[in-house]
């Protein structure tokens, strides 16, 4: 192609053809999306990525008009890749969902699943609670299809980002989704390591109830009680209640916790993070309780 004026007079064109007037009843689209596919492909060559993405979003839009949905949903993938790299975030979360919308149509999960994971990549910096949410949805599409397997590291991901952003009790919570899909998917030692990970979450943000329920929980599961993340999380737990901080630090550098995935690692290697001498008599202070309650009847 010759000076950098040619994609722009494709674009014309293509406008040209998609317009109706009096000598044009009806729209061109199947010329016009050829005019902007290669409009699109010469200004990312030529690193105009604002007119590149703008061709894209109209190729996409002109395959969508061809009854052709994976194309269209391929166009709207690389303009959300180009708003990417113009750092216009609210525009990359837009494309990767509406990418995965025309995948969704195709009746295909895995790139309308890969599309929202993408997009959540892209966003983890700059806008974390977005990421989150493309990646919850991401999982959602997955398992809508019985594809849970395929979103375990779905779950990891958004569960880094909430710990990124100090929302331990939602981190948790992903982990214990990991948990139920990996259950669904027979996949033993995922979800043993994601109860072990829900609890070190847990107790790191010194919440030591949630940790003791949610190890309570997990013990209704066989293939827990069975486990090398099981005694790791009961010998934490013994060693919380007995206020034993030096056995607290010993049981986190153990192999159990270092299997786990990196963000958990470096939580559990910071236990314990708060006052643990207080659980004991906390337990005391509780069986008192209810006799007094009695003494009043």
Not at 167 to 175: E, T
């Amino acid at each position: 192609m010759g000076g950098s004026s040619d994609p722009d007079k494709l674009v014309a064109k293509a406008d040209k053809l998609t317009k109706l007037s009096l000598t044009r009843w009806s729209a061109d689209w199947r010329s016009a999306t050829v005019l902007y596919e290669q409009a699109a492909n010469a200004f990312r060559v030529a690193r105009e990525n604002e007119k590149a993405k703008e061709a894209f979003e109209k190729a996409s839009k002109g395959q969508e008009m061809l009854s052709s949905p994976w194309d269209a949903a391929k166009h709207m993938e690389s303009a959300a890749a180009l708003a990417k790299e113009l750092g216009k975030w609210n525009e990359v979360a837009d494309f990767y969902r509406r990418a995965s919308e025309l995948y969704v149509e195709c009746g295909r999960s895995q790139p309308a699943s890969d599309a929202l994971a993408k997009g959540a990549r892209a966003l983890e910096e700059a806008d974390p609670d977005g990421a989150i949410q493309l990646y919850a949805d991401a999982c959602s599409i997955l398992e809508e299809d019985g594809r849970e397997q395929m979103a375990f590291d779905l779950y990891r991901a958004a569960t880094n980002v909430h710990i990124k952003v100090e929302k331990y009790a939602d981190a948790a919570d992903f982990m214990l989704k990991l948990g139920l899909a990996a259950d669904k998917s027979n996949a033993t030692n995922s979800q043993c390591k994601a109860y072990l990970s829900a609890i070190v979450i847990y107790l790191y943000a010194h919440d030591f109830k949630e940790a003791e329920k949610c190890y309570n929980d997990c013990s209704q599961v066989d293939a827990f009680l069975r486990s090398d993340q099981y005694r790791c999380a009961s010998k934490l737990l013994f060693a919380y209640r007995e206020g034993d901080v030096e056995e607290i630090k010993r049981t986190a550098q153990s192999s159990a916790i270092s299997h786990l995935d990196n963000a958990i690692i470096k939580l559990g290697r910071k236990l314990p993070t708060g006052d643990v001498s207080s659980l004991k008599t906390d337990d005391t202070k509780e069986e008192e309780e209810p006799l007094d309650e009695n003494d009043l009847t």
